[in-house]
């Protein structure tokens, strides 16, 4: 069965993180990543005879995997095969796998490195293969193990890696298109790291783009310079050298060379930026606004970026919050830049979303293109929406979405977005400050107390207006659900046991809820047209790009249900599960529906290094469908066989309870298992045999000791106990035997599948039915928002001051009467 995204990537990590013992992850990360990236060029050799990337005869994978054991495995693959792929493609210097220091000495070193190279020797990873029309499952690998290390790395050590989803936003929000990107499209990263940036803006752009990167560290360089050739685009060039102090890329002139489009995530503030640099008599003339300080180099970049760009060039850069409103020198080059009329936009994002600091960054805007006629900034705060994910922040789908269409459709949000005049940041009190909290107020308002209310009773006005939202969608609930008390008051007309019945039961709630699931149903509908047409060599990235734009687009004028949330459902549920299945489709057709597998536990090694034996998990938690789970397949065709099943297990349980209860009524001191060393079935047994005896005496022996009454009493509770033991060990061997049988009707159904027994299970009954129990959360959070709202206010104006007094007044009155009988008082 083909290997699954998702399984390949956690497989490959949790291989990799095994090994790497006590060496630092961003360290390993160079040999992990270059070991997947020889393998890839390796196997896309053999299936692509215009492959761009030369492989030497001898210096293949397989030429690794043929040193496996040899002592001098790691300085072999260093000679024998990277050095010649370094040298035939033009690549930087590849990590040391002689390096005993890092993997250790003699056979430890042979065993790491040894081991290394058989975590990649796997038929499932045959990357000539196991690839998809439009889907860069090794360029997604690659980038998911980077995520991983710098995840891993600590926060010195992990800023080779911007997150993917802050490298999408800058790729957006810069305003390339693949419609207007043409043949001379060039984009520039003057700080590229691992390359990402780059390639989100080469997505955006399609491949009518060429990409330069210049990387102070020559490793991180080299990881850019791979990530770029995992990802098809083997042209980019990637130099290794400080970008402030020795710019790669210059015009015939001297001059700094100017690209179409900027991206950048430089290091933050960093201290010894001016070591190197001419600043005085910069030939580049990057310091005409004004000079940095000494030790904060975030404008130096900043300034080298707009020296960087065309005339009508455009750029986006990560930056700290300090460069929008720190004074002195910053603030006077702030001052000139903006008086240039150069920045466009702002975009405030949450802290902590970058591995090499937790402190929170903004994106800023640049665009020259009429930079002379800019009236405006348009500011954005985007720090509230975010996922907390282990110790960092990360941006959900559904915040970067957001980020995107508000930006660039200039959409003015209250409390996120608004276009921010030059004259309002050019006055007196602003003085040039771009802090965004200036001009976005971004506070939630407060759930004032209303003392009148608290006095008199009554809901205010004020709060029912601030639930307007709802009203829009249900205007006519609120004169049902509240009357006229006095001026700005209300009150609630039922009780508050009856408010959810109430709006569960009104017609309006009824009729929106009917509209939103037709709305909901009609886009399901399209997509149905769309999933039933899915055949081999289908684009998954076009698939839920059509997805996730035509759901926003159903629901983007709806009143209470918010787009982006089920947009986040979609992209969830496509990240989780479906991406699979379609790359499965995408492979092999809809015929992958018919695949199954035992799952397998990989033996633990011994304290001699070696693994043990692998295991198949047997029973049917062991089997694992590739695009159809066995609950899937056991619900549609063997539901009453289950059934059968689930009485039996019923039945046991109820008679386990029964015994249960018995023991312990039974267990004490006079009762009947009192004298029972062990209570089992069949110590029960003796006990009952014995008392029967007793019974047969009681009728020889009138005046036995034994009455009749008791002794039938003590007959039938032992008589239970075995019948329910019995019941137990009867129902679970039947269970067991229809389980087997269930598990062999279940294998045998797989093959069995035709096409469109496929489809129906995998779009009808898995997709579109987890993807419709999504908009019921969505309807549920309606609901219970409203009703809680109604349910706190009547609660916290239920009482007032006065009914207060006197219940007070009754207490005290009933307290001094039980002290006057106490004699305590007189």
């Excluded at 891993?152 to 997150?163: A, I, M, R, V």
């Excluded at 405030?348 to 600091?357: D, E, H, M, R, W």
């Excluded at 601030?466 to 009203?471: E, G, I, L, P, S």
């Excluded at 029964?658 to 060393?677: P, T, Y």
Aim: one cysteine or more; hydrophobic letters at 35%; charged letters at 25%.
């Amino acid at each position: 069965m083909a290997i699954k995204k998702t399984e390949l990537y956690r497989s490959l990590w949790a291989s990799c993180d095994e090994l790497r013992g006590g060496m630092d992850a961003s360290q390993y990360k160079d040999y992990v990543l270059t070991m997947l990236f020889v393998k890839y060029i390796s196997d896309k050799a053999k299936s692509d005879k215009d492959f761009a990337i030369e492989i030497p005869d001898g210096a293949s994978f397989e030429d690794m995997v043929n040193l496996i054991g040899n002592t001098e495995v790691g300085d072999k693959i260093n000679k024998q095969v990277l050095n010649p792929i370094k040298e035939a493609n033009g690549l930087n210097d590849f990590p040391d796998f002689n390096d005993e220091s890092k993997l250790g000495k003699g056979k430890d070193l042979v065993e790491t490195v040894s081991n290394l190279v058989r975590i990649f020797n796997d038929n499932s990873l045959d990357f000539s293969k196991n690839s998809a029309e439009g889907d860069d499952i090794l360029g997604d690998a690659y980038e998911y193990l980077m995520r991983h290390f710098a995840t891993e790395s600590g926060k010195s050590k992990g800023q080779f890696y911007t997150p993917a989803e802050v490298s999408r936003i800058l790729a957006k929000v810069i305003g390339i298109t693949f419609n207007n990107a043409t043949t001379q499209t060039t984009a520039y990263d003057p700080t590229c790291g691992s390359g990402s940036l780059l390639l989100k803006v080469a997505n955006e752009a399609g491949k009518a783009i060429t990409l330069y990167g210049q990387e102070k560290e020559t490793t991180t360089a080299n990881l850019a310079h791979m990530n770029m050739i995992l990802h098809g685009a083997e042209t980019a060039e990637i130099v290794a050298d400080n970008t402030l102090t020795r710019p790669a890329y210059k015009e015939d002139d001297g001059s700094l060379k100017r690209f179409d489009y900027v991206v950048a995530n430089p290091p933050f503030s960093l201290k010894s930026w001016s070591n190197g640099v001419n600043i005085e008599s910069d030939e580049f003339e990057r310091f005409t606004l004004g000079v940095p300080p000494e030790k904060n180099g975030d404008y130096s970049f900043l300034l080298h970026i707009l020296q960087s760009m065309k005339a009508k060039g455009k750029a986006a850069v990560v930056l700290p919050h300090g460069v929008l409103f720190r004074g002195n020198a910053e603030g006077e080059i702030r001052k000139n830049i903006l008086k240039k009329g150069y920045i466009k936009g702002i975009i405030g994002l949450p802290a902590n979303l970058f591995y090499g600091t937790g402190i929170p960054a903004c994106i800023i805007i640049l665009d020259k293109e009429n930079a002379e006629h800019r009236k405006g900034i348009f500011m954005m705060d985007a720090s509230k929406g975010f996922l907390k994910d282990g110790n960092k922040n990360r941006l959900r789908e559904q915040d970067l979405r957001k980020i995107t269409d508000v930006f660039t459709q200039m959409q003015e949000v209250p409390k996120y977005s608004r276009m921010v005049p030059m004259s309002e940041i050019a006055d007196a009190k602003n003085d040039y400050n771009l802090n965004i909290p200036r001009y976005i107020d971004t506070q939630e308002s407060e759930d004032i107390q209303d003392l009148l209310a608290h006095l008199q009773g009554g809901i205010p006005q004020r709060d029912l207006e601030a639930m307007q939202t709802y009203w829009n969608a249900y205007p006519k609930l609120k004169n049902e659900l509240f009357s006229s008390l006095r001026e700005g008051y209300l009150q609630l007309n039922y009780e508050p046991s009856d408010i959810k019945p109430t709006i569960f039961g009104h017609s309006e709630f009824k009729a929106f809820n009917e509209t939103l699931n037709q709305t909901y149903n009609h886009w399901l509908s399209d997509q149905f047209e769309i999933w039933e047409k899915l055949e081999v060599h289908c684009n998954g990235k076009d698939l839920i790009a059509q997805m996730s734009e035509s759901l926003l687009k159903a629901f983007e004028n709806n009143t209470l249900v918010n787009g982006y949330d089920l947009y986040q459902h979609a992209m969830t549920y496509w990240q989780e599960t479906m991406q699979d299945d379609v790359y499965s489709i995408s492979l092999d057709g809809w015929k992958a529906g018919n695949e199954w597998e035992r799952t397998i536990i990989k033996g633990k090694k011994g304290k001699d290094g070696k693994a043990g034996k692998d295991k198949e998990v047997s029973g049917l938690t062991g089997i694992e469908g590739r695009m159809i789970s066995p609950d899937l397949l056991i619900n549609f065709y063997f539901n009453d066989l289950v059934q059968e099943i689930y009485a039996l297990k019923n039945e046991a349980e109820n008679a386990q309870i029964l015994i249960a209860e018995i023991e312990e009524e039974q267990s004490g001191e006079e009762g009947l298992f009192a004298d029972l060393e062990k209570i089992n079935a069949g110590e029960v047994l003796k006990l009952l045999k014995a008392r029967q005896k007793e019974d047969l005496k009681m009728v020889a022996e009138p005046n036995s000791k034994y009455g009749t009454q008791t002794i039938k009493s003590d007959l039938e509770i032992l008589e239970d106990y075995l019948s329910a033991s019995s019941t137990i060990k009867e129902n679970n061997a039947t269970v067991k035997i229809l389980e087997a049988q269930l598990e062999e009707e279940v294998i045998a159904k797989y093959p069995e599948l035709t096409e469109d027994d496929i489809k129906e299970l995998v779009i009808q009954h898995k997709w579109m039915a987890h993807l419709t129990s999504t908009l019921h959360q969505e309807q549920d959070k309606i609901s219970q928002g409203l009703t809680q709202r109604i349910n706190a206010l009547a609660e916290r104006y239920a009482t007032t001051l006065a009914s207060s007094q006197t219940e007070l007044a009754a207490a005290e009155t009933k307290v001094m009467a039980h002290l006057e009988k106490m004699g305590l008082v007189w």
